[in-house]
């Protein structure tokens, strides 16, 4: 299987923000890359999307409705 990694530029318009922000972003090790240089990281799409993914904030009826079952209600 071929896996089709995508540069920096890329990731970021991927992700809507700006090269800055997502070599800021990797500096923390906040998001999912490969270092090929110091400044050359590579990144799948399919990691981005986990990423993406990672961040959703439920709904407060989604919690409510977590919290009643955790409840046995």
Avoid: W
Wanted: aromatic share 10%; glycine share 4%; charged share 25%.
């Amino acid at each position: 299987m071929t896996k089709n990694y995508i540069h920096a530029g890329e990731a970021a318009q991927y992700l809507g923000i700006s090269k800055d922000t997502l070599y800021k972003k990797c500096q923390k090790r906040e998001i999912p890359f490969y270092a090929m240089s110091k400044r050359n990281y590579l990144f799948l799409p399919s990691e981005l999307d986990a990423f993406i993914a990672s961040l959703r904030v439920a709904p407060i009826d989604d919690m409510a409705d977590d919290m009643l079952q955790r409840l046995g209600k």
